[in-house]
C-alpha cells in the first residue's frame, strides 16, 4: 500500500513537469572527403548498395553504379548522386561472368580513368531448404557471391598497381 501511494505520488510529480524544451537538430555539413577518388559499388541499384553508392557521391567521389536488374533503379541511384552535386554512371554487368567484369571496368577506366574504392557489395540469396535446393541455384549463389568478388576485386587490384 505504502508503494503504490510512493508510485501515485511519482507519478503526479512528473505530470506536474514543467514542458521540455522543443529538440532542435544540428545542420550538418556535408564534407566532400572523397573529392577526387573514383569508386565502384557492385549491386549498387538498391539496398546497402545504394546506400553506399549515394554517400559516396555525396562525399564527393565520382561513382561507378553497377546493377543487374532494372536499369531505372540504378539510374534513380546516379540522378540522386548527380543531384546533390556528385558525378554517377551506371553500368550493367554481371559480377559473376569474366567478359562482363573486364567490360565494366574497362568502361569505368574511360570515363573516370582510374578506380580508388572498389566496394564488392553485390550479392544474391536463393531462398529454399537445401533439400529441395537446386545445384543450379546454388552455383548462381556460388558465381555472384564468392566468384564475382573475386573478379571484381582482381580488377581493382591491377588498376591499383597499374
Same mark, same amino acid.
Given at each position: 500500500?505504502?508503494?503504490? !501511494?510512493?508510485?501515485?505520488?511519482?507519478?503526479?510529480? !512528473?505530470?506536474? !513537469?514543467?514542458? +521540455?524544451?522543443?529538440?532542435?537538430?544540428?545542420?550538418?555539413?556535408?564534407?566532400?572527403? #572523397?573529392?577526387?577518388?573514383?569508386? #565502384?559499388?557492385?549491386?549498387?541499384?538498391?539496398?546497402?548498395?545504394?546506400?553506399?553508392? %549515394?554517400?559516396?557521391?555525396?562525399?564527393?567521389?565520382?561513382?561507378?553504379?553497377?546493377?543487374?536488374?532494372?536499369?531505372?533503379?540504378?539510374?534513380?541511384?546516379?540522378?540522386?548522386?548527380?543531384?546533390?552535386?556528385?558525378?554517377?554512371?551506371?553500368?550493367?554487368?554481371?559480377?559473376?561472368?569474366?567478359?562482363?567484369?573486364?567490360? !565494366?571496368?574497362?568502361?569505368?577506366?574511360?570515363?573516370?580513368?582510374? %578506380?580508388?574504392?572498389?566496394?564488392?557489395?553485390?550479392? %544474391? +540469396?536463393?531462398?529454399?531448404?537445401?533439400?529441395?535446393?537446386?545445384?543450379?541455384?546454388?552455383?548462381?549463389?556460388?558465381?555472384?557471391?564468392?566468384?564475382? +568478388?573475386?573478379?571484381?576485386?582482381?580488377?581493382?587490384?591491377?588498376?591499383?598497381?597499374?
Amino acid at each position: 500500500m505504502a508503494s503504490d !501511494m510512493r508510485i501515485n505520488q511519482k507519478l503526479n510529480e !512528473m505530470n506536474s !513537469m514543467p514542458e +521540455q524544451p522543443h529538440v532542435v537538430k544540428p545542420k550538418c555539413e556535408t564534407l566532400q572527403i #572523397l573529392k577526387g577518388q573514383k569508386a #565502384l559499388v557492385t549491386g549498387a541499384s538498391s539496398g546497402i548498395g545504394k546506400a553506399i553508392a %549515394i554517400a559516396f557521391g555525396v562525399a564527393g567521389a565520382d561513382v561507378v553504379v553497377n546493377y543487374i536488374g532494372d536499369e531505372n533503379d540504378a539510374l534513380d541511384v546516379t540522378e540522386i548522386i548527380q543531384s546533390s552535386g556528385g558525378n554517377a554512371i551506371a553500368i550493367r554487368a554481371d559480377v559473376s561472368q569474366e567478359d562482363q567484369v573486364s567490360a !565494366m571496368f574497362s568502361q569505368m577506366l574511360d570515363v573516370f580513368g582510374t %578506380i580508388d574504392i572498389l566496394v564488392n557489395n553485390a550479392g %544474391i +540469396q536463393q531462398d529454399s531448404p537445401i533439400e529441395t535446393m537446386s545445384l543450379k541455384q546454388w552455383e548462381q549463389v556460388i558465381a555472384v557471391n564468392l566468384t564475382g +568478388q573475386f573478379l571484381c576485386a582482381r580488377e581493382a587490384i591491377r588498376e591499383f598497381k597499374r
